[in-house]
């Protein structure tokens, strides 16, 4: 259950923050409400099954359950903590879209035969019912050899998941390892390299001798 917050600001926020309540909005199909959950319910919620797709029920002080799922959340920048979120009221029979982690599992056989498995995409977007979005996608890149790529087309997503990304993206790949070779001296470059650092030399050397008054040239004398 969340609380109705009516007083607000940053004060108010760090208060409810020091009482283990992180301060956060319920957007729904009315005006937006300023609410405050507990830190430990939200991290139960959000650490089950559904991940960070799962669908809350949450009740404002006592009222009737709004079926709602994460929308947005603020970190600590240093701590690393939840210190504001925003849930979205949804309706459990329309599709909404939501950002999926997609993860790779197993070991390439691109990577036996010595090349480097690169994982260009995270996660994907998907279309589906709220409580038919799935917590990952798992993709296993056993079978991927070396100069093989992976893409969106082959994830296997169930009946009920609609990709929204272009199914042709690339994400995963295994290649060849990268080495960076030292760049050669070309002996031209050399020389002017040799020139320049002597002519530097020089210069700095005139103007030292310059500023103490011993360039080299006859000096004149008043008196």
Known sequence: MVQNRSILGSAEARRLRRQGLIPGVLYGRGEPVAISVGERDLRAALTGAAGANAVLDVVVDGGKSHASVLKEFQLHPIRGNVVHVDLQEV?????I????????????AGAKEGGVLTQALTE??????PLDVPAVVEFDVSDLHLGESAHLS??????AVKLL??????????TQPTREAEPEAVEGEEEAAVGEEAA????????????????????????
């Open 91 to 95: 309706r459990l029979d329309q599709p």
């Open 97 to 108: 879209h939501a950002t999926v982690p997609l993860h790779v599992v197993g070991e390439s």
């Open 124 to 129: 994907i977007n998907v279309e589906a019912l």
């Open 154 to 159: 082959q994830l296997e997503l169930p009946d």
């Open 165 to 174: 990304d272009d199914p042709e993206a690339v994400f995963a790949s295994v």
């Open 200 to 223: 530097a030399e020089a210069a700095a050397e005139g103007a030292a001798d310059a500023g103490s008054g011993e360039s080299g040239e006859p000096g004149t004398a008043e008196g």
